[in-house]
């Protein structure tokens, strides 16, 4: 049996024999069309039987190795990489199919290849996980056939491996490298012109596109023949919270990803963002208890310890107990800082459960609350109207969207900062927010 596992016959094998087999039904009625099918059949044969040796004679083989990272980076394209040879002597068809993890979903992952004698190729394909934890990738199965395409050989090469897939860090390093290019702007995110003077010299450096032609510094620029600009730094070490909701209304989904994923992904972004603007990140998960408490620091593993913390954060389908939240920063947290809470509040009634805990935080801290604006929605209300129930559905979708702008005005009223935002929009318009906060030395 070990020796028939690795054959599979090829389609067009069974075309050849249906069609032959029709014949000699023809056959049965024609003497000569009898005649020609048993010829067919034995050319077909002695075919089949050539395309089996020059499959299987000897020790050649095709090899197929897999480069994967040692992590993934959630809702992001992370690379995965087949490297293939081939040791036949002639060319050879290749069909690989890739065990993929479950969580995919994908039943018609197929990569075909044409390898010629002794050829390598490394190919590579991309996956977007949407959700974090451990992705198991099973063994690949290459499908070897020749030419004649009538037998394939199956190789199994590969062991199963685990994968972890992490919160964005990929999204993380892309607002890091455009903000240590001073190119912050290509995201979206705006110039923020800082009011006040507390700010120190801190280097002298080439002009970028949106720089301020104030701090134009032009005895640098002779010198250099070059525009030189002079750079300053804003006050040091304010402490940024990123405090997120893990009740049940994170668990809502958009495009794949729950809002609790979306939060996650901004959070690790905005840490790392006010590290590089000298600020300390830290970090509060919490339902009915407080999952998690990182203390706000710049130390060297700090972003490594958030990314380890946020990427075992799972949501609890249970409403988030918000006088426990209070009380915990009130112990824990004694100098005024910036408080970034991650949740959605669907209407006013459930805001008014929880607004007397935000009220109060707001009296000690810099408190800015994220409001998801439901996209869903938006798209019902542009759909064309044919019906009577069409009408009826868009005008209860404009009311939800008019909640959601009045929950932001209560906070406001409140004494809380907001944003509305979508989920797709989040980090850029948060650190648009932060930067915004910096400015106005609010933190």
């Not at 919270?241 to 939060?263: C, H, Q």
């Amino acid at each position: 049996m070990k020796l028939f596992k690795p054959i599979f016959f090829h389609t067009r094998l069974y075309f050849i024999l249906f069609s032959i087999a029709g014949m000699f039904v023809f056959g049965y009625f024609i003497h000569e069309v009898y005649i020609l099918a048993k010829v067919l059949l034995l050319l077909a044969s002695g075919l089949f039987i050539g395309d089996v040796l020059f499959l299987f004679a000897g020790k050649n083989r095709v090899e197929c190795n897999r480069i994967f990272p040692n992590r993934m980076s959630m809702s992001d394209s992370n690379n995965i990489s087949l490297a293939v040879f081939n040791t036949y002597p002639f060319l050879v068809k290749i069909e690989i199919i890739d065990e993929l993890p479950f969580q995919f979903q994908k039943r018609d992952f197929l990569i075909p290849v044409n390898l010629k004698e002794n050829e390598g190729r490394t190919i590579t394909y991309t996956l977007i996980p949407t959700e974090r934890g451990e992705f198991e990738f099973g063994r690949t199965n290459v499908f070897v056939s020749t030419v004649l395409g009538l037998v394939k050989r199956r190789f199994i090469t590969n062991e199963k491996h685990i994968i972890p897939v992490y919160p964005s860090f990929i999204q993380m390093r892309k607002y890091e490298l455009l903000a240590m290019s001073n190119r912050m702007d290509d995201a979206g995110v705006k110039k923020v012109r800082k009011a006040g003077k507390h700010t120190e010299f801190d280097q002298v450096r080439e002009y970028v596109r949106g720089d301020d032609y104030k701090l134009m510094n032009w005895k640098a620029t002779a010198k250099r023949a070059h525009l030189m600009v002079n750079q300053y730094q804003e006050e040091r070490s304010k402490d940024v919270y990123s405090i997120i909701d893990m009740g049940r209304v994170m668990k809502m989904p958009f495009e794949n990803m729950t809002l609790l994923d979306y939060a996650i992904n901004s959070s690790l972004a905005i840490s790392n963002i006010a590290a590089l603007k000298h600020d300390k990140a830290g970090l509060i998960t919490f339902s009915t208890q407080i999952n998690s408490f990182i203390s706000a620091d710049r130390k060297n593993n700090q972003m490594m310890t958030i990314l380890e913390s946020l990427y075992n954060q799972k949501t609890l389908f249970l409403e988030s107990n918000y006088e426990l939240l209070y009380l915990t920063i009130k112990k824990r947290i004694r100098q005024r800082c910036l408080l970034i809470l991650y949740t959605n509040f669907e209407g006013l009634v459930s805001l008014k459960r929880q607004i007397v805990p935000l009220q109060t935080m707001a009296k000690s801290h810099l408190v800015l609350v994220v409001v998801f604006q439901n996209t869903e929605v938006d798209n019902i209300i542009h759909q064309p109207k044919e019906s009577l129930e069409d009408i009826y559905t868009s005008v209860i979708a404009e009311k939800f969207i008019y909640e959601k702008k009045l929950i932001v005005k209560e906070l406001y009223k409140s004494g809380v900062n907001a944003i509305l935002t979508t989920p797709q929009n989040l980090t850029v318009n948060l650190i648009n927010k932060y930067l915004e906060f910096k400015a106005g030395e609010k933190i």
